[in-house]
């Protein structure tokens, strides 16, 4: 285990340097830069513009630029954002534990939603429960999520009035009461991610089992005399829970970059609007860090999932 992990860990790292590279060339030859409103601003003379951009080295080449960046995160230097005048590293960890709080929670409703749906509507194939869990699969993985995200204002917020429909950072309470109404405001985005995800989720689910539930060693255990509960959970699900894994693991970076509507729809100060903010400003140290975090969570969970095959199949081996 220990030397397939290392072996997977130094695999990764040409691959995260040629996405780096990638994605630095990409913003670097993108139009504009974070002193291009100055331009327009008479009050700034072009020669302090271009003494700005030679003091952070935007005039340099791009190969030089990116060596002098790569070199710079590898000591723990991030950056400097030009729009919020911080140091990158700092405002990403404080937009990364409410991002993680709202979609790992909307990912754990995602899956306790999908996982019984799905194999109790395998286990009973086109029967009146399978039917109304496709149908109702097919709709919450049809509707997008500003979509949903909007009614659900429009429903819980504006016509019933139970949760606040813009999140809130400053909440002016304390201790129990604190986290509970921060745990209120973040319900509307939890539920859109996570009906979303356990939408497509169930899908799969029972695809999977309804593969598995028709091979030979399923049939074998029934005869030996087990009980129904334990074929399903022991033999079944198991084994149909790999493909689940990998579809899992694949998408948690798709989740990250599909809650970037949401945090903009409920206004969640999150990792999402704070791309979209860096976007509409130019801010490249900011847009090339965060995408470089999406571009690591992919390594990363394809590492995970790898892991987690050797666990659900014993047959699979590291050495």
Same mark, same amino acid.
């Given at each position: 285990m220990a030397s397939y992990l290392l072996r997977r860990l130094l695999i990764a790292i040409p691959s995260l340097l040629g996405i780096s590279l990638i994605l630095f060339t990409v913003l670097a030859m993108a139009p504009g830069d974070p002193f291009s409103e100055m331009a327009t601003n008479p009050n700034v003379p072009p020669e302090v513009r271009e003494a700005l951009r030679a003091?952070?080295?935007?005039?340099?080449?791009?190969?030089?630029?990116?060596?002098?960046?790569?070199?710079?995160?590898?000591?723990?230097?991030?950056?400097?954002?030009?729009?919020?005048?911080?140091?990158?590293?700092?405002l990403i960890l404080q937009r990364v534990p409410t991002t993680l709080f709202v979609v790992g929670t909307s990912q754990i409703l995602a899956l306790? =939603?999908?996982?019984?749906?799905?194999i109790y509507a395998a286990t009973r194939p086109y029967s009146v429960f399978d039917q109304i869990a496709n149908t109702l699969a097919f709709v919450g993985f049809s509707l997008p999520t500003f979509f949903t995200g909007l009614l659900f204002i429009l429903v819980f917020s504006v016509a019933l009035d139970w949760f606040p429909f813009v999140?809130?950072?400053? =909440?002016a309470a304390t201790g129990w009461r604190w986290y509970w109404e921060m745990f209120r405001q973040a319900i509307m985005p939890i539920m859109v991610l996570g009906l979303f995800q356990?939408?497509?989720?169930t899908r799969y689910v029972r695809s999977a089992v309804l593969d598995v539930i028709r091979l030979d060693y399923v049939t074998t255990a029934r005869a030996k005399g087990l009980s129904e509960r334990k074929v399903t959970l022991?033999?079944?699900?198991?084994?149909?829970?790999?493909?689940?894994?990998?579809?899992?693991?694949l998408q948690m970076p798709a989740v990250f970059g599909g809650a970037i509507v949401t945090e903009q729809i409920f206004r969640i100060p999150g990792i999402g609007s704070l791309l979209i903010d860096a976007i509409l400003a130019n801010d490249t140290?900011?847009?090339?860090?965060?995408?470089?975090v999406f571009a690591c969570l992919v390594v990363i969970f394809n590492l995970i999932a790898d892991l987690l095959y050797g666990w659900l199949d014993p047959r699979i081996s590291f050495s």
């Amino acid at each position: 285990m220990a030397s397939y992990l290392l072996r997977r860990l130094l695999i990764a790292i040409p691959s995260l340097l040629g996405i780096s590279l990638i994605l630095f060339t990409v913003l670097a030859m993108a139009p504009g830069d974070p002193f291009s409103e100055m331009a327009t601003n008479p009050n700034v003379p072009p020669e302090v513009r271009e003494a700005l951009r030679a003091s952070f080295g935007l005039n340099d080449p791009i190969m030089v630029r990116y060596l002098r960046w790569l070199t710079s995160m590898m000591q723990g230097d991030w950056g400097f954002s030009f729009a919020s005048r911080i140091n990158v590293d700092t405002l990403i960890l404080q937009r990364v534990p409410t991002t993680l709080f709202v979609v790992g929670t909307s990912q754990i409703l995602a899956l306790l =939603i999908a996982l019984p749906v799905g194999i109790y509507a395998a286990t009973r194939p086109y029967s009146v429960f399978d039917q109304i869990a496709n149908t109702l699969a097919f709709v919450g993985f049809s509707l997008p999520t500003f979509f949903t995200g909007l009614l659900f204002i429009l429903v819980f917020s504006v016509a019933l009035d139970w949760f606040p429909f813009v999140y809130r950072s400053d =909440i002016a309470a304390t201790g129990w009461r604190w986290y509970w109404e921060m745990f209120r405001q973040a319900i509307m985005p939890i539920m859109v991610l996570g009906l979303f995800q356990a939408a497509s989720y169930t899908r799969y689910v029972r695809s999977a089992v309804l593969d598995v539930i028709r091979l030979d060693y399923v049939t074998t255990a029934r005869a030996k005399g087990l009980s129904e509960r334990k074929v399903t959970l022991r033999h079944i699900t198991r084994n149909a829970l790999i493909p689940v894994v990998t579809l899992v693991a694949l998408q948690m970076p798709a989740v990250f970059g599909g809650a970037i509507v949401t945090e903009q729809i409920f206004r969640i100060p999150g990792i999402g609007s704070l791309l979209i903010d860096a976007i509409l400003a130019n801010d490249t140290p900011v847009i090339m860090a965060v995408t470089f975090v999406f571009a690591c969570l992919v390594v990363i969970f394809n590492l995970i999932a790898d892991l987690l095959y050797g666990w659900l199949d014993p047959r699979i081996s590291f050495s």
